[in-house]
């Protein structure tokens, strides 16, 4: 393909009508590096099939794989580390939470000289239990990691679909059903990495896919099970 030149505009993505000057516009196919103006813009050579990063300290980091040489519209994400000023001028306090827990048993108090247990007034104490809301609260956590689970499920399967990734990485047929197959991103990647940028990934794992070999490529069907 012909070297030629991509121009767009850099915004933040909170304030979409904010442009971000002195923005890092490199071209990782190159290295070539440009800055956005004083208005957000860039003008830096490229071809399609490049990889163009945009970082800005304060704000993430995002990568964009060049499928043609139009104008782009990039919306940078600010860093969730960098905290903002935030004015508190009152506060309410719940009257609930400093309430007892309605799903807690009643404790029960254990000592070691017979069955009676010892008295609130007692010079010696024995060991207090509350049974039940230790595994009361299991079960909350069970939960929580079940629902958080299910949504970044949801998440990797609404945006890495087939459309998505043929459109990235021009595969076909059996070679994207393989390649989803094989580099679906991983759950605690998506986790860790927020907002996950499926692009950077998906273009970095097709570069993984053009070294292996065409039987690599291939998932290895499930064995059939002989009739007992």
Same mark, same amino acid.
């Given at each position: ?6 121009? !767009?505009?850099?915004? %933040? ?5 904010? $442009?971000?000057?002195?923005? +890092? ?11 956005? +103006?004083?208005?957000?813009? *860039? ?33 940078? $994400? ?13 506060? =309410?306090?719940? $009257? ?17 000289? !017979?069955?009676?247990? =010892? ?9 207090? *239990? ?12 069970? /939960? ?7 949504? *970044? ?13 043929? %459109?990235?990485?021009?595969? =076909?047929?059996? %070679?994207? +059903? ?7 991103? @991983? ?31 291939? /998932?290895?069907?499930? @064995? =059939?099970?002989?009739? %007992?």
């Amino acid at each position: 393909m012909a070297q030629g030149t991509v121009s !767009g505009t850099v915004y %933040d993505f909170d304030n979409r009508t904010f $442009p971000l000057q002195n923005v +890092k516009v490199r071209n990782l196919s190159t290295s070539r590096v440009e800055a956005t +103006k004083a208005a957000g813009q *860039f003008t830096i050579p490229a071809k399609v099939g490049d990889l163009i990063e945009f970082s800005l300290v304060g704000y993430h980091t995002d990568t964009l794989f060049l499928i043609n040489l139009e104008s782009k519209i990039i919306f940078l $994400p600010g860093n969730s580390t960098t905290l903002r000023e935030v004015e508190i001028i009152s506060a =309410k306090m719940n $009257p609930y939470i400093l309430a007892p827990d309605p799903l807690a048993r009643p404790y029960t108090r254990v000592a070691t000289d !017979g069955l009676q247990g =010892k008295g609130n007034n007692d010079r010696a104490g024995g060991l207090l *239990f509350n049974l039940g809301y230790g595994k009361y609260r299991r079960q909350q956590e069970k /939960i929580r990691l079940l629902e958080e689970r299910d949504r *970044f499920q949801t998440e990797i399967n609404a945006v890495f679909t087939e459309a998505y990734v043929s %459109d990235l990485v021009k595969l =076909k047929g059996d %070679d994207l +059903k393989n390649f989803m197959a094989m580099y679906r991103p @991983p759950e605690e990647l998506v986790k860790s990495e927020r907002p996950f940028n499926y692009a950077y990934y998906t273009v970095k794992a097709y570069h993984s896919w053009l070294k292996l070999s065409p039987e690599e490529r291939k /998932i290895s069907s499930m @064995p =059939k099970l002989k009739a %007992d």
